[in-house]
């Protein structure tokens, strides 16, 4: 159960100003992980600050911090802020581009994702581009993920720009980077996103531009669909890359299914670079609810990709 705080600032200035909220939450897992060669224990801890306010207008205003087990704050904190109303929602700080914050990405298996058998191990997309975290459920996004550029030798630290808003069966988001990174590098991001939604089934398309300092920009372009049928949720998608993208193309399936208080997640990914170079991964998992916000998760993922081996694990997911 999350624990929330309430601050008292606000309330001596005036009686009609609402006062701020601050909720305390996060996550945390343990259990085992396979690599390929060796079983291994595996455990991470992390704690979400999120805060909340409304201006006399009905603004929404607020922001998120999470914090990571991690050996720096660097590579273990991110932070985002917002503001929303009719209009929809600014957010800017650690944020997902605009095609990802509309679509996410494949059903994910294992209680530690199993990135190992990801689509960043194949060659040709490792090439000029800093893809090798990317997931074996991760749909291949161009831009930004989590304020992170995906393209170039250095990560963008942001703080990115997203915008999202929903109108009756329309949903549209917009992003951008500032062009600010690590290194001398100044790429800069921009990616566009729509879908609409009839009942139980979804169609949208985004379209996502970096504007690199040197050689050709890179552009690709995606078309996700969603689908429910009763308890079983279906998602597909086909990605194109041109100009400097070493993505040729991505397509990819996957679903999830409850049964009672286990959920059964399972996908199938492919993709390939303009080299020529390709892979496939595959997994399949499923999560046990104990209650109270614990769950017992295990999965197991492959690929055909060279240098890649069966990842597996089993644990327990706590949501606090």
Known sequence: MKKVLFATT????????????????GDGRMGVMYN????????????????S???????????????????????????????????????MGDVVGASEALFGDLAEVGYTDLDGA????????????????????????????????????TANTGPNL?????????????SASDGKAVSTSDNQEYALAAAYTMGDYTIGAGYEIVDVTTGQNWKQGEIVGTATFGNTAVKAYYADGSGGNNLDKAYGIGVSSVFGATTVNGYVNYAEA???????????????DLGGGASVVGGVADSDIAGTDTQADLGIKFSF
């Open 10 to 25: 606000a309330l001596v200035l005036s009686a009609g100003v609402a006062a701020a909220e601050v909720s305390v939450g």
């Open 53 to 91: 306010g409304q201006t006399d207008g009905g603004l929404e205003f607020g922001g998120s911090v999470r914090a990571d087990q991690a050996t720096n704050a660097t590579s273990g904190t991110s932070a985002s802020v917002y503001i929303s109303g009719a209009f929809g929602k600014v957010s």
């Open 162 to 174: 997203l915008y999202t808003g929903t109108f009756g069966a329309f949903s549209v988001a917009a």
């Open 274 to 288: 303009t080299d020529g170079t390709n892979g496939t991964a595959y997994g399949i998992g499923a999560a046990y």
């Open 118 to 153: 990801g689509l960043g191990n194949i060659s040709g997309l490792s090439v000029g581009a800093s893809r090798n975290n990317m997931g074996a459920n991760e749909i291949p996004y161009l831009t930004g993920d989590n304020g992170g550029s995906v393209v170039g030798s």
């Open 36 to 51: 390929g060669s060796d079983w291994n224990f595996n455990s991470r801890i992390r704690a979400k600050f999120t805060m």
